[in-house]
């Protein structure tokens, strides 16, 4: 029999072995990103624009429809950094794209 290390997990109250600790604060630091319609969304993934925005700075506006290819995610849960042709650095918030 091994012995293991407890750490007194606050959030429960109760005493866990280290590594099911580690792997809850590695779970609760993950950020979901949902787009409009609640769809999950990750690194790569497609999503098209639900609404006409106004990009700042660019003079251009995106189109309802607009297919934005290969999102990542920025560590917020309501914003997503994409390419877009003669956009640089764009930031989306999920709450107007829906996932393809």
Do not use: H
């Amino acid at each position: 029999m091994q012995d293991e290390d407890y750490v007194y997990d606050e959030a429960s109250g109760e005493w866990l072995p280290a590594a099911e600790a580690a792997i809850r604060a590695e779970a609760a630091e993950r950020v979901e990103v949902r787009d409009a319609v609640g769809n999950l969304l990750a690194d790569g993934d497609q999503v098209t624009l639900i609404r006409d925005l106004d990009v700042k700075g660019a003079g251009q506006t995106l189109k309802r429809g607009t297919l934005i290819k290969s999102i990542r995610l920025t560590g917020d849960d309501q914003e997503i950094d994409c390419k877009f042709d003669g956009i640089k650095g764009l930031v989306l918030r999920a709450e107007f794209v829906r996932k393809r």
